[in-house]
T-cell receptor
Framework: EAQVTQNPRYLITVTGKKLTVTCSQN?????MSWYRQDPGLGLRQIYY???????DKGDVPEGYKVSRKEKRNFPLILESPSPNQTSLYFC????????????FGEGSRLTVL | KQEVTQIPAALSVPEGENLVLNCSFT??????LQWFRQDPGKGLTSLLL?????REQTSGRLNASLDKSSGRSTLYIAASQPGDSATYLC???????????FGGGTRLMVKP
């Protein structure tokens, strides 16, 4: 089954404790991206990757890092999480050679105390 | 910078009604426009995708149109059902195919 898998789905952590949210897709998609969803602010793009070793900033990249060492994986790294990074995070992927439909993961709800 | 607006923000209708959700965007240089459904606390389910060269797409009771020159898209839902209750989001992909901008969503409630 074609899918985008995020882990963990739920996480409570404390300020400053480094964490990684993993994202993996099984569709051989070149493009992957991360979004955060906040009440009143909607969904905003954090980072994206057009292919392996190619990443770039979205609209709200501050406080986040990403890497794309393999085509299927695109982890989101919070080096020193702060309470304002409490949010619902989504990963998505799409193939560049097809229609461009984005497939989303189920989301990761992160709380930073 | 692309801005996407959805009107109305919330909508409550009785079961069986046909309804229209609106989405407008400021930059017409787009790659595609996609409509999503989101249930509370859940992920996004893709409903329809319209390429920039297309005018409309249909899937079952859903029909989405795109008028790129005026920066507008509509999602038409025929014969609404309580199971259609959810938040509907439109999202515009830029011409380069790398940046996605979402509207704020329309929260739909269909009453039995």
């Amino acid at each position: 089954e074609a899918q985008v898998t995020q882990n963990p789905r739920y996480l409570i952590t404390v300020t400053g404790k480094k964490l990684t949210v993993t994202c993996s897709q099984n569709m051989n998609h070149e493009y992957m991206s991360w979004y955060r969803q906040d009440p009143g602010l909607g969904l905003r793009q954090i980072y994206y990757s057009m292919n392996v070793e190619v990443t770039d900033k979205g609209d709200v990249p501050e406080g986040y890092k990403v890497s794309r060492k393999e085509k299927r994986n695109f982890p989101l790294i919070l080096e020193s999480p702060s309470p304002n990074q409490t949010s619902l995070y989504f990963c998505a992927s799409r193939g560049l050679a097809v229609t461009g439909e984005l497939f989303f993961g189920e989301g990761s709800r992160l709380t930073v105390l | 910078k692309q801005e996407v607006t959805q009107i109305p923000a919330a909508l409550s209708v009785p079961e069986g009604e046909n309804l229209v959700l609106n989405c407008s965007f400021t930059d017409s240089a787009i790659y595609n426009l996609q409509w999503f459904r989101q249930d509370p606390g859940k992920g996004l389910t893709s409903l329809l995708l319209i390429q920039s060269s297309q005018r409309e797409q249909t899937s079952g009771r859903l029909n989405a149109s795109l008028d790129k020159s005026s920066g507008r898209s509509t999602l038409y839902i025929a014969a609404s059902q309580p199971g259609d209750s959810a938040t509907y989001l439109c999202a515009v992909m830029n011409n380069a195919g790398n940046m996605l901008t979402f509207g704020g969503g329309t929260r739909l409630m269909v009453k039995p």
